[in-house]
């Protein structure tokens, strides 16, 4: 029997690593026969420049940048040749500020930008950004700003470093600071939503909320990303409104589309590919895979999904484990060669499902594993 073990991490409480190692221990306790391969999962979030340093010869360099609040903090990237691999999460991620500190009109993705510089002045032509995970709502010109672009107010003063709430003041935006080594360096931004800039299924609408955003915060940040966007569109001719994939981490996906030429691109397939996720799926029996949280942002493009799309085309059953399913998610598979089961035993506070998601995780694996293989020995006599 051959499995594969695919999960993507439990924000919170495991990482892609230690899920899929939690998962291969269960899984071989029922199957000790069993040929079994790890492949942890990552789709621009947090996490993924781990899983790029398992898979790559890639070298770790260290950069100190701001946080979505301004402070400064020890991180950093990671270099093969001439191209860098970073992840935004590890300057503007949600992590790095308090539930008590979350407000993405207060945050900036400034930190990020300065990573993307120090990435250029080493020398990479080539540049990989996982947006996942992020803490603000700014439309990326934080970034833009440590970059040399200028966000003037009407008044004609300066804004820095370029907060969500800032959106709505821009009055002019200045290029000339913007180095010209960036019209030759190739910028692909990873990310795992495919949502717009704007709009109800925009970045406000769906993800401000997730980052400490009242209502009245989300429609000022929408109002600022639509200004914004005009904006742009107005000196550039960029159209970064309906660009799919845009309105990813607070719309710096589009940002950068905007003013760097990126490419904005799947998080997850590109991780599949860079690990031979479709060569390793071929022959096997079954997948096992998983994450904190499943809802309706699976169709959305995270990471489960092309693993759902993939198994499916190899005609190969799939086990999900998860920390909590939402009804839309039970639905949204009813037809589908997928299984779902949440790993808590019972009702309990979300901080003891992250304190105990390694134990949680390892006895479900085991209990949902022991039926089926007595399913296979039965439909085996």
């Known amino acids: ?16 690593q230690k899920a899929a190692a939690i ?7 029922i199957f000790p026969q069993a040929e079994i391969t790890l492949c942890p999962l990552a789709d621009g979030g947090e996490g993924t420049l781990r899983v790029i340093e398992k898979l790559l ?29 970073l992840e935004l999460a590890q300057a503007a991620g949600l992590t790095l500020v308090s539930p008590q500190e979350r407000n993405p009109l207060k945050t900036t993705t400034f930190g990020v930008g300065q990573m993307l510089r120090k990435a250029a002045e080493s020398g990479c032509q080539e540049i990989y950004l996982g947006v996942g995970g992020s803490a603000t709502n700014d439309g990326g010109i934080g970034a833009l700003t440590a970059l040399g ?21 821009i009055g002019k935006i200045d290029l000339a600071g913007l180095p010209k ?20 299924e925009g970045a406000a609408a769906v993800y401000a909320p997730q980052k400490g955003a009242s209502p009245d915060d989300v429609k000022r940040l929408e ?6 966007a005009k904006l742009v569109k107005r000196s550039s001719g960029v159209s970064m409104e309906k660009i799919p994939g845009a309105g990813a981490a607070g719309g710096i996906a589009g940002g950068l589309y905007a003013f760097l030429g990126a490419k904005i691109v799947s998080g997850v397939e590109t991780i599949l590919k860079l690990s031979q996720f479709e060569d390793k799926l071929k022959g096997t029996d079954l997948v096992l895979t998983g994450e904190g949280k499943l809802d309706y942002q699976v169709g959305y493009g995270k990471a489960l999904s092309a693993v759902f799309l993939l198994a499916e085309k190899y005609q190969v059953p799939v ?36 304190q105990e998601g390694e ?4 006895h479900q694996v085991q209990q949902v594993l022991r039926v089926y293989g007595y399913g296979r020995k039965k439909q085996e006599v």
Request: aromatic share 12%.
């Open 181 to 200: 080594e960036w019209q030759r360096i190739r910028v692909t931004v990873l990310t795992d939503v495919r949502n717009g800039l704007t709009g109800p």
């Open 319 to 354: 086990i999900v484990f998860a920390g909590s399913i939402s009804p839309e998610a039970y639905r949204m598979f009813q037809k589908k060669p997928v299984s779902l089961f949440s790993i808590m035993p019972s009702p309990v506070s979300l901080k003891t499902a992250m």
């Open 23 to 29: 998962m291969a221990r269960a899984a071989y306790l």
């Open 1 to 16: 029997m051959r499995i594969l073990v695919a999960p993507d991490s439990f924000k919170g409480s495991l990482s892609s």
């Open 149 to 169: 672009v200028r966000f003037i107010d009407r008044f004609g003063r300066l804004i820095w470093p370029g907060k969500g709430e800032d959106l709505e003041r």
């Open 57 to 85: 010869s890639a070298k770790r360099q260290r950069v100190t940048v701001f946080d979505p609040l301004c402070r400064e903090r020890n991180t950093w990237w990671l270099k093969q040749g001439e191209t860098a691999y």
């Open 359 to 362: 134990t949680f995780l390892y």
């Open 223 to 228: 109002h600022g990303l639509k200004h914004y």
